[in-house]
C-alpha cells in the first residue's frame, strides 16, 4: 500500500504546490513515516520526500503545521540515512537545501524545537562528500547555541570542527565569539559550561590559530578561574581538558603558563 500511497502523494505536492493543505498533509504524512523505520527512510528518499519536503516549508514558512511537521521530517530522514546499512544515493543539493531551509526556520522562528531540527541534521550529514563549511548555518547554529544550549548545538560545532579541520574551527570560533566566550566561561553556568567547554576543546586540538587567539583573549585565564570555583564535576573535567590543550601547546608560549593546584581537581577522574 505504501509503496503506491507515497509516490502518489509526494507527486501531488509537487502538481500542487500552492495547496497548503495538500502541502500540510504531505509534510504530516511524511513525517510521520520518517519514524517507521527499516526500510521506510529508503523508500521515502528515493521517491524525494526530503525535496518535497524542503519544497513546503519554503513556500509556507509560517503555516506552523508544516513547519513543524517537515522540520522534525528532515531531522528524521536524515538519521534514517545516516543509519541505514544501505548506501543509497542521496544528491547534495537536497542535502544543501535542507540545511538552508532549517537555518531560514531558526531564523524566522527562534524556538528550540527548530534549533535541534536543525542541529539534528547537520550531525547526521556532517563530514558527507561532497559538502563543505559554507553548506552548513554556522552563524545560525552558534547563535542558537547561547539560547538553547541542550539543542544540540554542541554536538553539531564539535563535529564541524573535527571532521573540516582548520578553517572550519576559524569559522565556528568567529561565530561564537572570544568575548562571548569568555563571559560565558566566567558566568559559572554549568549547563552552558558543560555544552561550550567540549568545542572549545575540538576547535583547539585542530587549530593552532585558534589555541593563540583563546590564550590572548583571556580564555586561559577563565578557564583556571573556573575550574578553582567549580563544584561540578563534569564541568571540571571538560574544563581540566581545555586547560591541558592550551596550556601544554609548545606553539602558545611560556608567558601564558599557568600552574593548577592538584587540588582543583577533586573528583575529576
Known sequence: TMSRCVPVLIQGMSQLPDDRDMQAAGCTFLAALSTVGGDMPEFLLENEAMDAISSAMIKFEDDTTIVEAGAWGLWKLSAGWKSSDTAYHLENSTIVQALGVLGGLV?????????????????????????????????????????????????????????????????VMSC?????????????????????????????????????????????????????????????????DLISCLSASPDVGGSHTYQVPVGFCQGVE
Open 176 to 240: 561564537l565569539g572570544l568575548p562571548k566566550i569568555v563571559e560565558t566561561m566566567n558566568s559559572g553556568n554549568v549547563q552552558k559550561l558543560c555544552q561550550l567547554v567540549p568545542i572549545l576543546v575540538a576547535a583547539a586540538t585542530e587549530s593552532t590559530q585558534t589555541r593563540r587567539e583563546m590564550v590572548s583573549s583571556g580564555l586561559l585565564s577563565a578557564a583556571v578561574s573556573a575550574l578553582q570555583s567549580s563544584t561540578d564535576k563534569e564541568q571540571s573535567a571538560y574544563t581540566l
Open 107 to 171: 531564523i524566522k522562528h527562534d524556538e528550540e524545537q527548530f534549533h535541534k531540527s536543525l542541529n539534528g541534521f547537520a550531525v547526521n550529514v556532517c563530514g558527507r562528500e561532497g559538502l563543505e563549511t559554507d553548506d552548513f548555518p554556522i552563524a545560525d547554529i552558534a547563535e542558537g547555541f547561547y539560547v538553547f544550549p541542550q539543542a544540540g548545538g554542541s554536538e553539531i560545532m564539535r563535529a564541524l570542527c573535527s571532521d573540516y579541520g582548520v578553517d572550519c574551527c576559524d569559522t
